[in-house]
């Protein structure tokens, strides 16, 4: 099987390392199209490929074709492949927000899946939902799942609502939690702590807490029940979050992703 990414950027990156580390396609089978020339000089000293910046010499001979570019740039890009596109052809977008449809009738195709994964793929660590179109095979979409297994985890959902709920959830998840970590770091350096003792202290209690979540059966309610103590010093801070519903603020913040993957689905 030839499998053909457009777009050489981060994303286009990591799938093409990951899909070599886990020897689901030769080196030699694996194309990537680049229309930056610089760009592409730079990742032909990569080795995650054979690098091309005009679709006409590789679209035709690609299997799978994974569409990893922005999706504000996937107008032009349909304009630029419709011609030489296939439907015999599976396309597997990661462009948010840019619907099962829009790339059916924007490439002439009927073989779409679509995903949603997130920044922390590019170490294996990545969280993807993905749905189909009908035209698309049991085979090929197996296929596809062993491919977005490459970069951690990948759960299959059955509408397109689900992939823009993902990236609300997953897909922007990342920097709600960096988020939440730059101002514990920024707290703890007010407190006297220097940067890196900060970064440490924060980063591990991170990871602890995730570890700890995920090996038991606890919920994060029941577990915040059992680091707090009455009187004592995480009720306090609890307390404080619920005051000023940090919370609630959350949840919103996650509902206006949505909205935004959901006005991207539309134009």
Same mark, same amino acid.
């Given at each position: 099987?030839?499998?053909?990414?457009?777009?050489?950027?981060?994303?286009?990156?990591?799938?093409?390392? !990951? *899909?070599?580390?886990?020897?689901?396609?030769?080196?030699?089978?694996?194309?990537?199209? +680049?229309?930056?020339?610089?760009?592409? +000089?730079?990742?032909?000293?990569?080795?995650?490929?054979?690098?091309?910046?005009?679709?006409?010499?590789?679209?035709?001979?690609?299997?799978?074709?994974?569409?990893?570019?922005?999706?504000?740039?996937?107008?032009?890009?349909?304009?630029? *492949?419709?011609?030489?596109?296939?439907?015999?052809?599976?396309?597997? !977008?990661?462009?948010?927000?840019?619907?099962?449809?829009?790339?059916?009738?924007?490439?002439?195709?009927?073989?779409?899946?679509?995903?949603?994964?997130?920044?922390?793929?590019?170490?294996? *660590?990545?969280?993807?939902?993905?749905?189909?179109? +009908?035209?698309?095979?049991?085979?090929?979409?197996?296929?596809?799942?062993?491919?977005?297994?490459?970069?951690?985890?990948?759960i299959y959902v059955n509408n397109e609502y689900a992939i823009d709920a993902t990236t609300a959830i997953s897909g922007s998840g990342p920097a709600y939690v960096l988020y939440f970590m730059e101002a514990m770091i920024e707290a703890a350096r007010e407190m006297g702590f220097n940067e890196s003792q900060a970064e440490l202290l924060v980063a591990q209690t991170f990871r602890g807490a995730v570890e700890l979540q995920m090996k038991n059966d606890l919920s994060c309610s029941e577990w915040?029940?059992?680091?707090?103590?009455?009187?004592?010093?995480?009720?306090?801070?609890?307390?404080?979050?619920?005051?000023?519903?940090?919370?609630?603020?959350?949840?919103?913040?996650?509902?206006?992703?949505?909205?935004?993957?959901?006005?991207?689905?539309?134009?």
């Amino acid at each position: 099987m030839k499998i053909l990414i457009i777009g050489g950027g981060n994303m286009g990156k990591t799938y093409a390392r !990951s *899909l070599l580390r886990a020897h689901l396609v030769q080196l030699q089978d694996l194309m990537v199209l +680049e229309r930056s020339p610089e760009q592409a +000089e730079k990742l032909r000293g990569e080795k995650i490929g054979v690098i091309y910046t005009d679709p006409s010499e590789c679209l035709s001979s690609a299997d799978l074709i994974i569409l990893a570019v922005k999706p504000q740039d996937s107008g032009k890009l349909f304009a630029t *492949l419709r011609a030489s596109a296939d439907p015999q052809q599976v396309y597997l !977008s990661i462009m948010a927000g840019v619907t099962i449809a829009t790339i059916q009738n924007g490439l002439g195709v009927e073989k779409v899946i679509r995903a949603m994964p997130n920044l922390p793929a590019q170490i294996g *660590l990545g969280m993807t939902s993905y749905t189909a179109s +009908e035209a698309v095979t049991r085979i090929e979409l197996v296929l596809v799942q062993n491919l977005l297994n490459t970069t951690g985890k990948a759960i299959y959902v059955n509408n397109e609502y689900a992939i823009d709920a993902t990236t609300a959830i997953s897909g922007s998840g990342p920097a709600y939690v960096l988020y939440f970590m730059e101002a514990m770091i920024e707290a703890a350096r007010e407190m006297g702590f220097n940067e890196s003792q900060a970064e440490l202290l924060v980063a591990q209690t991170f990871r602890g807490a995730v570890e700890l979540q995920m090996k038991n059966d606890l919920s994060c309610s029941e577990w915040i029940s059992r680091v707090s103590s009455k009187g004592g010093t995480t009720e306090a801070a609890m307390n404080t979050f619920r005051a000023t519903s940090v919370f609630e603020d959350i949840k919103n913040g996650a509902k206006a992703a949505l909205a935004r993957a959901e006005e991207l689905g539309k134009g």
